[in-house]
């Protein structure tokens, strides 16, 4: 399992006083972009022409979450499929949960004029992803 | 069923060229919160000491949608229960399907000290909001 | 003068109750994007290889908007350049200004690798911001 | 002088595949809130009556910033009056500026019902931020 701390900013925050629920799933993402860093690995390597469109993301609304909290995204990897990649994570500040979500990315190879094009996983990808996720 | 229509900004897409994910979420509860309006209704009235804190939120992705697209949020009332709403939408594109999603509320009265307690949906509401969604 | 005309979206308002300050930006760089639109143009046309990278923006608050209001952007090009685009706007909700701000760009050749260099605005796009500005 | 560091985030990104501008505010605004952690207060300490509106605020845009890189904001309070904080900051990558910035915010009392009325900084937050930016 993977785990990023982050704070809450004050733009996060909408006029109920809480956290933007939109936000959660930023939250989620920022975690996997940390969990491929700490990989050695980047989601949007500028030398790769590999791209992670999301397929889903779901996330279920436990306790809110106010300005300048702290909190942790504790990410794992749920699947690692052939050309997909499934994650799941709970958000918790101190003892309390926050969100539990998941959420699904592809593979995709891109190519001229904007396309993407289904990819399978590269090898070395793949057993990176493996370690981190142990 | 009610049908919510926009227009693509620029600040809502990222370095994949396509409107970020977590923008769905905003584009579903830009919908909901019109279908709100249609019925002469507002999800956060001054006047009002009711909240609606989210409890779910998922959605599927098939499709990109990109910068200036214009689209329209299909959204509908699946379940209106005693103390939460539930909606489902489809995004679309012309005859594309952009994204399929869900969305769960729970009706909250607000207390001192920025505390929410689990409400009963008001009868005039709960009319109002069978009404739109017919 | 060009006229845009919003409401505000539940998640850009702060636990302050009112629109966030950034978002402000946003608005008046819609309607900058609505304003190339009515003149037969687009600030990111992917048959294009020009961008409009921002110089300089700026704002003064003068009164706050809050959730479902209405407002109008009001922009004008300020000064159009060989090199550059300057705007000026005012964002008013009825007869009350809201906010006063300017914003400036650069017309950019993007190259390979993510670069852009400096470029003039071309001639036929010089003449149709001339129109819609008048 | 107070330094704030951050990595960029890839929703922070646009379809030009940099930082959009309007994220250099936020920015700006996160940097101003851990100055005055580090001072011990809380721009929206729910134990006070006072709330912070921004007057003005402005930037310029020197250089383009990408996903994943670490900057810093350099965040100073240019003045320091009876009822207003003016701040200046720069935010820089390596040795590159990335942006030159400027912010002022007003003391206000919040009132019953949304309103908000000038006031006098206390004098003990006027102590805490003299120090924290001597």
């Known amino acids: 399992m993977f785990t990023y701390r982050r704070r809450v900013q004050f733009a996060e925050t909408d006029l ?5 629920f939109s936000v959660m799933f930023l939250y989620m993402e920022e975690a996997e972009h940390a969990m491929w860093r700490s990989a ?5 390597d500028p030398k790769s022409d590999l791209a ?5 993301a779901s996330m279920e609304f436990r306790s809110p ?16 499929k052939t050309r997909t990649i499934e994650y799941a994570c709970t ?14 990315a592809a593979c995709a190879r891109k190519l001229a004029g904007g396309v993407m094009k289904a990819a399978e996983l590269p090898a070395e990808l793949l057993e990176r992803l493996k370690n981190v996720s142990r």
């Open 16 to 20: 109920a006083g809480i956290v933007h």
């Open 40 to 44: 050695g690995l980047s989601i949007a």
């Open 52 to 56: 992670w469109p999301r397929l889903s």
């Open 65 to 80: 979450l106010r300005f300048e909290e702290e909190f942790e995204v504790r990410l794992q990897i749920s699947a690692l």
């Open 91 to 104: 958000i918790v500040r101190d003892e309390t949960i926050i969100a539990r979500g998941s959420m699904s």
